[in-house]
């Protein structure tokens, strides 16, 4: 890096707070580039979750459905207009979704689970004549189209993905806070020095901009250490034995690009603080 002699001569001491700046640019990189990965996977994984149960219908048949009654309900199903396909869902699969949820001492094949049978639409059905239809041949199953469920589910995630554009607005704000304060405690250490300068005809701008360089170096270094660190942490988490997660390029992305906001942010303050600092120097010289 070409050093300038206006650099050499004005430059800002390695105070604990002007090295705070590259280690606190790290945890804010960090942070940002999690919360951004994380809520386009949130999304990824919440597309993915629709796409399955959009076009698919449940129905409950009492515990004490036999096969024999099942065979004739299976045989009618595929012949409804709109339906697709038919599944019926193990009990086992039943058992594995229900084991999580119940306290350890219970077991979850001692439990009278309802007979389960997974209807598969057609992409062109017309959902409430199919789910008429259902309810009109099979008056003892109870229906769930899973709509309620999926409108909530899309409120949460909507609400949790304003939540991290919140927080990461947040952290760019307290970056913003803490390049002032390096800055102002930076040019307090050095007034006669600035005095000096722009009593030898230096202008405000050129001074800011040096500062401004001087101040992004550890802003940089932070951010890309951040970085770093957070596509370890995705890539751990999606490795990880029996982890549902798949990062699809858009997470990766936004994880990578999301953090280059923190040094504009940076620039931008270190630019307008020091031109401030700057010209209530010029108005007491």
């Not at 038919?86 to 084991?99: C, D, G, N, S």
């Not at 409430?128 to 309810?135: E, I, S």
């Not at 704000?173 to 050095?190: E, H, K, S, W, Y």
Request: aromatic share 4%; net charge neutral; hydrophobic share 55%.
């Amino acid at each position: 890096m070409i050093v300038t002699p206006l650099a050499q001569a004005l430059n800002l001491p390695r105070t604990r707070l002007f090295r705070a700046l590259g280690v606190v640019t790290a945890l804010l990189a960090l942070t940002v580039a999690l919360l951004a990965g994380g809520a386009l996977l949130l999304q990824q994984l919440y597309s993915g979750w629709q796409l399955q149960r959009h076009n698919s219908v449940l129905l409950y048949l009492p515990p004490e459905t036999t096969a024999a009654a099942l065979t004739p309900l299976t045989t009618t199903l595929p012949t409804l207009a709109g339906v697709a396909g038919t599944r019926a869902i193990p009990a086992a699969e039943l058992y594995a979704a229900l084991e999580p949820m119940l306290p350890a001492q219970i077991n979850p094949s001692t439990l009278p689970l309802p007979v389960v049978i997974e209807v598969t639409l057609s992409p062109l059905a017309d959902r409430p004549k199919v789910l008429a239809a259902l309810a009109q041949t099979f008056p003892l199953a109870e229906l769930d189209d899973q709509q309620t469920m999926l409108g909530r589910v899309a409120e949460s995630v909507r609400l949790l993905q304003a939540v991290a554009l919140g927080l990461a607005l947040l952290l760019g704000a307290i970056l913003a806070t803490f390049m002032v304060l390096v800055i102002r405690a930076g040019l307090l250490a050095q007034e006669g020095v600035v005095r000096l300068l722009l009593q030898l005809g230096a202008t405000d701008k050129a001074l800011a901009l040096t500062i401004t360089q001087q101040t992004l170096q550890p802003v940089a270094l932070g951010t890309a250490v951040g970085t770093v660190a957070a596509m370890a942490v995705m890539l751990t988490a999606s490795l990880w034995p029996g982890s549902p997660l798949s990062p699809n390029l858009a997470s990766w992305l936004g994880l990578v690009l999301m953090p280059l906001v923190l040094p504009c942010v940076a620039a931008g303050t270190g630019w307008v603080t020091s031109l401030r600092l700057l010209h209530h120097h010029d108005g007491d010289g």
